[in-house]
Each structure stands twice: as structure tokens, then as C-alpha cells.
């Protein structure tokens, strides 16, 4: 678990975008983090990316 975007895209093999205990987006790090479909990711990423 870690909130360290750069560090899940470089180490992780999978990543999941939980929001309120519910697994909304789940894929390898250029999937969730290239093409990201929930808005409230698209939103997270914007600010820390």
C-alpha cells in the first residue's frame, strides 16, 4: 500500500485505485495511470502527478 505514485509505477506490477473500500480501477501502472476512466483518479492523479 502506499500513496507514492512514483514509487507504484516503477515497482508495481498491478495497481488498484480504492475509493471508500471500493476497488474502482485496477491494471498495470501504465494502464491505470495512463489512461485512467474514474473521475475521482483522474482528479487524484492531477494533483500529485
Same mark, same amino acid.
Given at each position: 500500500?502506499?500513496? =507514492?505514485? @512514483?514509487?507504484?509505477? #516503477? $515497482? ?12 474502482? =480501477?485496477? @491494471?498495470?501502472?501504465? #494502464? $491505470? ?17
Amino acid at each position: 500500500v502506499t500513496h =507514492e505514485m @512514483g514509487f507504484a509505477r #516503477e $515497482v508495481a506490477d498491478r495497481v488498484l485505485f480504492i475509493d471508500e473500500g471500493i476497488i474502482m =480501477e485496477e @491494471g498495470t501502472p501504465e #494502464e $491505470v495511470f495512463g489512461n485512467p476512466k474514474s473521475p475521482r483518479l483522474k482528479d487524484f492523479l492531477s494533483k500529485v502527478i
